[in-house]
Nanobody
Framework: QVQLVESGGGLVQAGGSLRLSCAAS????????????MGWFRQAPGKEREFVAA????????YYADSVRGRFTISRDPAKKTVYLRMNSLKPEDTAVYYC??????????????????WGQGTQVTVSS
């Protein structure tokens, strides 16, 4: 089991930037853990949870939703067991609760929410116009 704690959300004006962090812990997760996909998802009021970005823990392979590609960057720091989501050029439509997720896999980045079995509590991001 992996415990995930997000931080870094807040209120920002359109065009601004934020960096979200997701700290991972747990007996089966270490800086040397292989075969994990770490993902960021978001959920706006009245909408379904949607994929934002994902990264493989070992190789650092990434994948992005079309709506954020070129504006958001996902990265990881194995020494700190932390995944980051750098969000630039934020838009009001980026407003949502952002969730970090983890799943064991030996494939590429996982983009489907139902395939993840470890989730953080979420952090609110609000972008004002």
């Amino acid at each position: 089991q992996v415990q995930l704690v997000e931080s870094g959300g807040g209120l920002v004006q359109a065009g601004g930037s934020l960096r979200l962090s997701c700290a991972a812990s747990g007996r089966t997760f270490s800086r040397y853990s292989m075969g994990y996909s770490m993902g960021w998802f978001r959920q706006a009021p009245g909408k379904e949870r949607e994929f934002v970005a994902a990264i493989t823990w070992s190789a650092g392979s990434t994948y992005y939703a079309d709506s954020v590609r070129g504006r958001f960057t996902i990265s990881r720091d194995p020494a700190k067991k932390t995944v980051y989501l750098r969000m630039n050029s934020l838009k009001p439509e980026d407003t949502a609760v952002y969730y970090c997720a983890a799943v064991q896999t030996f494939g590429g980045p996982v983009v489907v929410a139902t395939e993840y079995d470890n989730w953080g509590q979420g952090t609110q991001v609000t972008v004002s116009s």
